[in-house]
């Protein structure tokens, strides 16, 4: 048998657009904002506390400096990470808009 029997042809219509849920945009852009604070927050911090470390050299300041070197050393692990999320935020951004 074939299937168009009784069947009028069907028109070319273009997909209808899919509407993403608000909670899915705040998660967009949750995904998107929070690996830029924390960086900006742990290179702002980093420098400060290399600042401080060699502002003042002769009361032992230098554990500051050191606090700063772990802060960049955990932004550096972490950085698979946040940059996983920045771009998972990013996709899901460039879905809601288009």
Partial sequence: ??????YPPRRNVPAARRVYSRTYRVWARVLLW???AL??????LG???F???DADPTHNSSA???LGLV??????????VLLGSFIAGL????RTRS
């Fill in 1 to 6: 048998m074939s299937e168009s029997v009784g």
């Fill in 34 to 36: 929070t690996p830029i």
């Fill in 39 to 44: 960086t900006v927050a742990g290179v702002v």
């Fill in 47 to 49: 420098l400060g506390l």
């Fill in 51 to 53: 600042a401080a470390a």
């Fill in 64 to 66: 500051l400096g050191y």
């Fill in 71 to 80: 802060v960049w050393g955990a932004l550096a692990v972490l950085s698979p």
């Fill in 91 to 94: 996709v899901m951004l460039n």
